[in-house]
């Protein structure tokens, strides 16, 4: 139950900071554009508004989805990898390498998440949190906050541990998976959503031609 809650959530993340960062862009090129011509009323109107911090928002949603897709990769097998080797290497010993790989891979994404997680805390979030629980903080550096939004840096660098604990998940369940089935998760490239192979053999039957018919 917990882990489709959790899958579902990642998509969901990915889905709207994807849409999210495409809508922000959309919009500022077409005030950009839009504040050049010279139409009464509408070009004061769009110059009044600010979107300066358009860019600066686009490319924070644009690294988040970043960090949370790398972990929906590590789910759904869409990483690229070179196997070539492993994939020559006799049974066992393909499976040893296969675990050695995923040990690393949990080994790396946990490193990376701790690291963050310091960085993180060092870098305003326990200034944040005591003050949110009413702790003494004078002895505490708020932290720097960005350029355009003025939001808090801690926050925005959060994704770095939520995101590299998350993989370091993924890289745990994929172990599991393997160590209980032997397989790994494959991407079908060729496989397209809503498009089954019943209905996908039905759509070509229509397509080809009887036999002693016209060609």
Same mark, same amino acid.
């Given at each position: 139950?917990?882990?489709?809650?959790?899958?579902?959530?990642?998509?969901?993340?990915?889905?709207?900071?994807?849409?999210?960062?495409?809508?922000?862009?959309?919009?500022?090129?077409?005030?950009?554009?839009?504040?050049?011509?010279?139409?009464?009323?509408?070009?004061?109107?769009?110059?009044?508004?600010?979107?300066?911090?358009?860019?600066?928002?686009?490319?924070?949603?644009?690294?988040?989805?970043?960090?949370?897709?790398?972990?929906?990769?590590?789910?759904?097998?869409?990483?690229?990898?070179?196997?070539?080797?492993?994939?020559?290497?006799?049974?066992?010993?393909?499976?040893?390498?296969?675990?050695?790989?995923?040990?690393?891979?949990?080994?790396?994404?946990?490193?990376?998440?701790? +690291?963050?997680?310091?960085?993180?805390?060092?870098?305003?979030?326990?200034?944040?949190?005591?003050?949110?629980?009413?702790?003494?903080?004078?002895?505490?550096?708020?932290?720097?906050?960005?350029?355009?939004?003025?939001?808090?840096?801690?926050?925005?660098?959060?994704?770095?541990?939520?995101?590299?604990?998350?993989?370091?998940?993924?890289?745990?369940?994929?172990?599991?998976?393997?160590?209980?089935?032997?397989?790994?998760?494959?991407?079908?490239?060729?496989?397209?959503?809503? +498009?089954?192979?019943?209905?996908?053999?039905?759509?070509?039957?229509?397509?080809?031609?009887?036999?002693?018919?016209?060609?």
């Amino acid at each position: 139950m917990f882990t489709k809650l959790l899958d579902h959530l990642e998509e969901w993340i990915i889905t709207f900071l994807m849409a999210g960062a495409t809508l922000i862009i959309f919009l500022s090129v077409v005030h950009r554009y839009g504040t050049g011509l010279p139409i009464p009323g509408v070009q004061d109107y769009l110059l009044s508004l600010h979107f300066e911090w358009a860019q600066e928002l686009a490319i924070i949603m644009f690294v988040w989805m970043a960090k949370f897709g790398a972990a929906y990769g590590v789910r759904m097998g869409v990483h690229v990898g070179v196997d070539v080797l492993v994939s020559r290497l006799p049974d066992a010993w393909r499976r040893r390498a296969t675990y050695v790989a995923l040990a690393c891979g949990m080994l790396f994404t946990g490193i990376i998440g701790t +690291l963050g997680l310091t960085f993180v805390w060092e870098n305003g979030m326990h200034y944040a949190l005591f003050n949110k629980l009413g702790m003494d903080v004078s002895a505490l550096t708020e932290g720097p906050t960005t350029p355009d939004l003025e939001w808090p840096t801690w926050f925005i660098y959060s994704v770095v541990p939520m995101g590299s604990y998350l993989m370091c998940f993924r890289f745990i369940q994929v172990s599991l998976v393997y160590w209980r089935t032997g397989e790994m998760p494959h991407h079908d490239e060729s496989h397209v959503d809503g +498009l089954d192979d019943d209905e996908d053999d039905d759509m070509f039957a229509v397509a080809h031609p009887a036999h002693g018919g016209a060609k």
